[in-house]
């Protein structure tokens, strides 16, 4: 087998994007997994560099086609876009020219995967704040890769520590509209495409909890309907599809559960509802995973922490894990591909799985 080929795309360049970037690259354990393409400002990255006291053996290029033929296991190479001067982006401040260069980074990797140049895509923490003062319709990763890459098939966005993942069904909208973005369609689909990407990580038997929604589960009712009208019903309609979902469950005791090892994933219905107890249970090796998309996206599950930046206080950990669920998803589906997901022991995994 070839060896995979993982873009590695800085983050914001105000933020403690750079410096994660810089300690990756400095790991053996990342730098010989993969073939390691670097996107960003070099500029930047000497400014990281300088700040975490390391210097990394990655060649620079200015040529995209040159750093993709240069970069090989244990010799990363690095694409200099040349899209962020560091006076135009100082430390810990918001700024649209970081903005510009993180949005200009993931599109291009994205690119990339669209054409098939590389396997897998990790990114340091991006700052949506930054990002939407140059793209103001902008909501997340997961949407603007859909957007981006023009795609029609569904996509998710999950958070993931070493005890469970949690997949979300409304993401990153007003608490207030949640409950009527909620659909029966739309639950199921989420339960499938959790299923999926499940089974793509080398779950074979996939254990999937759905969330309610008010508290007690709505207690029949008495505090709302929605698990009577749509969530109830979304969960019979994916076992009655063969997809291994169980709930609604009331959400203050659902992650007690999974955290047990009661479940491999939990469906969420709304985003602080799974992003405060993972954060919880595991900040400190926290992933988002993006799923759907024409190859396998992670990032640290943190964000961009401006008060820390130049302090070297910044865990390694979570952007360490990102890279390795990246590559282990990857490595899935170039060894196996999606037949021998299907081909997995579990019911769960043998229906068709989205890649």
């Known amino acids: 087998m070839s060896a995979l080929r993982l873009a590695l795309v800085m983050g914001d360049a105000a933020g403690i994007g750079p410096e994660l970037f810089v300690r990756l690259l400095d790991r053996p354990e990342v730098r010989e997994r993969a073939a390691i393409l670097g996107i960003g400002d ?16 990655v060649r620079v290029e200015r040529e995209l086609e040159v750093a993709l033929a240069r970069a090989a296991p244990g010799r990363p190479a ?22 510009r260069a993180a949005l200009g980074g993931y599109r291009a990797a994205l690119d990339l995967a669209r054409t098939g140049r590389i396997d897998a895509i990790t990114f340091t923490p991006f700052n949506k704040q930054a990002i939407r003062l140059v793209h103001p319709s902008y909501e997340d990763e997961a949407v603007e890769a859909v957007e981006h890459l023009g795609l029609e098939t569904p996509s998710a966005e999950f958070n993931v520590i070493a005890a469970f993942w949690n997949a979300r069904v409304t993401s990153h909208v007003p608490l207030k509209d949640v409950a009527g973005l909620l659909s029966i369609e739309r639950i199921v689909e989420r339960i499938a495409t959790t299923r999926d990407a499940l089974c793509a990580a080398g779950i074979a038997r996939p254990r999937i909890a759905v969330a309610a929604l008010n508290p007690h589960a709505g207690e029949g009712g008495a505090f709302g309907s929605e698990e009577i009208e749509v969530i109830g019903p979304a969960v019979e309609r ?28 939990v469906v969420s219905m709304y985003h602080d509802q799974g992003q405060i107890a993972i954060k919880l249970l595991g900040f400190e090796s926290g992933v988002t995973v993006l799923w759907g998309l024409p190859v396998p996206v992670t990032t640290p599950a943190h964000g961009t922490a401006f008060d820390i930046v130049g302090t070297a206080k910044a865990s390694l950990g979570p952007s360490l894990e990102a890279v390795r669920i990246a590559l282990a998803m990857a490595e899935g589906r170039t060894r196996a591909g999606v037949a021998a997901v299907r081909a997995a022991t579990s019911p769960g995994c043998m229906q068709s799985v989205r890649s």
């Open 78 to 99: 690095f694409w200099d876009r040349a899209d962020c001067d560091p006076a135009d982006c100082p430390p810990g401040r918001v700024s649209a020219a970081a903005g």
């Open 42 to 57: 070099a500029r930047v990255l000497a400014r990281a560099t300088e700040q975490a006291g390391l210097r990394p053996a």
């Open 238 to 265: 994916a076992r009655a599809l063969g997809l291994p979902a169980e709930g609604p469950y009331p959400a203050d005791t659902v992650f007690v559960r999974a955290k047990a090892g009661a479940f491999d994933a």
